[in-house]
């Protein structure tokens, strides 16, 4: 099932501003935390020295300025999750798609290497793997998604037949071209698939309910494509 959204559902399901969510996201681990510090710390020392180097007066702009680079650390990951929104945002026509889980496999992507020296003195270059789960997601018109996102714990209850949910974002009025989606929704075992949390999870669910409720909206689309 595809149901085309109006564009103010869509903008209510897909934020502008981050929520909690994609917050925690881009906040990342310590690492990152303290990079961001250490960005904070550096800005303010520069403005600093560039003020009392050559003796600039800029008053509200220095402030402002100063405030700006103390506070890095912390809106800069608002400020990463908001552009992520604005890019799914960008696109004019989005619908709510309801489907099966077709299959799932697990796979494992590099995301890093290490150097490191064993304890013969050696040069060992460690490599940093990620479990990740795959989906393919299909109705009955033969329409079909694959998905990618990291592996929890919580995905061991996902089977083959399940009913998963989504938003696609497409140019096209009919939907014909689906060139984005979102993270995923199994009602069945309430549980959500994700890389990046895209979506709203109240307003999605309110729209789950009521498009599951109204008969009207079950009725089938022809079977777009998913832009490559």
């Known amino acids: 099932m595809l149901v085309p959204l109006t564009r103010q559902k869509f903008e209510q399901i897909v934020p502008l501003i981050a929520t909690s969510g994609q917050y925690k996201y881009y ?7 303290l990079q961001r510090l250490l960005i904070s710390v ?10 009392a180097l050559f003796g600039l007066e800029f008053g509200a702009i220095v402030f ?12 800069y990951p608002v ?7 604005a890019k799914c945002r960008r696109y004019k026509y989005s619908g709510f798609f309801r489907g099966r889980v077709l299959d799932w496999w ?16 050696d040069l ?80 999605f669910n309110e729209v789950s309910r009521r498009l599951s409720n109204d008969p009207q909206n079950r009725q089938r689309r022809r079977r777009p494509r998913v832009e490559d």
């Open 64 to 75: 402002v300025l100063g405030v700006f680079s103390a506070f890095f650390w912390l809106w």
């Open 124 to 203: 060992v270059i460690v490599e940093n793997r990620e479990k990740r789960i795959n989906l393919e997601l299909g109705d009955e018109t033969g329409f079909s998604i694959e998905f990618e996102a990291p592996l929890r714990t919580a995905h061991k209850v996902i089977a083959r037949g399940q009913i998963a949910e989504m938003i696609v974002m497409s140019n096209r009025p009919d939907l014909s071209r689906i060139e984005e989606f979102s993270d995923i929704y199994i009602p069945g075992r309430n549980l959500w698939v994700s890389d990046y949390p895209y979506l709203r999870q109240d307003f």
């Open 79 to 85: 400020f990463q999750a908001s552009m992520r929104n």
């Open 27 to 33: 906040w990342g681990k310590s690492a990152n935390f």
């Open 42 to 51: 550096v800005a303010v020392v520069v403005i600093l020295l560039v003020k």
């Open 106 to 121: 697990i796979t494992e992507e590099l995301v890093g290497k290490q150097e490191t020296v064993n304890s013969k003195g």
